[in-house]
């Protein structure tokens, strides 16, 4: 079974604090994700990659960075934390060409930003 | 916004029972995926229909899927406790990668 690894289930940092939220998957996956969820707002994709050391934008990169420099490795990163930033984080990971391969996700981060 | 919606918001019924919750898109899509969130986890993939599919079966899971009004369907049958969560369909409008929906929440009570 593929097995994605949030590094926290919880989170509570202070505003302007660099965050660092880490995601590991076991199944050399190409493709991994990072979500918020929000109430009402359902899944909001924040980054993707596709490779190492690659990188995408997703709907709302705003605030956020990424980093993948292993292929089993996706880390999110909140460059100043703001309180809007507090919310469910989900890691995802898919094999091959990502939109016909089913997403694997961790068992998010959920993070409060004071 | 490109995201698609499941209808209802919320659904609730007795164990046994059937429950159904759909899915609108608005634009031509490859395949379709349904996923589960059972609370404070994450998603959970049930199954895949694609575009040249009309239905698709996983157990107590039917998935239809019409190309034509953009919408699809889960329908789960006999329901138990345990299917209480959150179901969220994502297509691949956008092409570059997956919408989700706002989900549907469903609450099975014996």
Redesign the interface.
Known sequence: DVK?TQSSRYLVKRTGEKVFLECVQDMDHENM?W?RQDP????R?IY?SYDVKMK?K?DIPEGYSVSREKKERFSLILESASTNQTSMY?C?SSYGL???Q???????TRLSIL | SQ?GEEDPQALSIQEGENATMNCSYKTSI??L?W?RQNS??????LI?I?SNEREKHSGRLRVTLDTSKKSSSLLITASRAADTASY?C?T?QA????I????TTLSVSS
Do not use: S
Request: no cysteine.
């Open positions: 994605v994700f979500y009402g707002l359902g899944l994709l993707f995408e997703g989900l995802a990502a939109l016909n089913p997403q694997h996700f961790g068992d998010g | 995201q490859n395949n995926q996923y404070g986890r994450g998603l959970v993939h895949l694609r969220f994502a691949d092409g570059t990668a997956l989700f929906g706002k989900g």
